[in-house]
């Protein structure tokens, strides 16, 4: 069993997160806002462009929230919720804040995951390119 430590996310690697974030939603001039948070769900960073519609700052942290508690990309589970999906109970049957839209990404490190990046305030696959974006940034 190996017992290597991981480097956690850092308050440094997620300004990174979202200057990277910023700049991608700029360019596809689209208006976000963007939450990173720790492994253990903590906010380490936050950020809402002026323009952006208010509730992309709710929609960026449950996006980030769902992206981290189930080790997965939220663009990867709109289909698991829908009406005919294996999970679609799972929005109503927990008391946490899930959002199963596209935007949601989580971060890795090591092959371990360190955290989670949540975009939100433009379409879902906006939201989604640029928190990809993003995160090819951090891994430069």
């Known amino acids: 069993m190996s017992t290597a430590t991981v480097t956690p996310l850092t308050t440094a690697d997620a300004e990174t997160l979202v200057t990277a974030a910023r700049t991608a939603a700029e360019a596809a001039g689209v208006a976000v806002s963007v939450t990173v948070l720790d492994a253990g769900g903590h906010l380490l960073a936050f950020r809402r462009d002026d323009r952006a519609v208010l509730i992309s700052g709710e929609t960026s942290t449950r996006k980030a ?8 990309p939220t663009a990867d589970l709109v289909d698991l919720v829908k009406p005919d999906g294996p999970f679609h109970s799972l929005p109503t049957a927990l008391d946490r804040p899930l959002l199963f839209i596209a935007g ?7 092959g371990r995951l360190v955290g989670a990046l ?8 906006q939201d989604h390119g640029v928190a990809t974006a993003a995160l090819r940034e951090l891994s430069r």
């Open 65 to 72: 929230y769902t992206a981290l508690q189930l080790n997965a």
């Open 104 to 110: 949601g990404l989580p971060v890795h490190r090591d």
């Open 118 to 125: 949540g975009i939100g305030g433009g379409a879902p696959e």
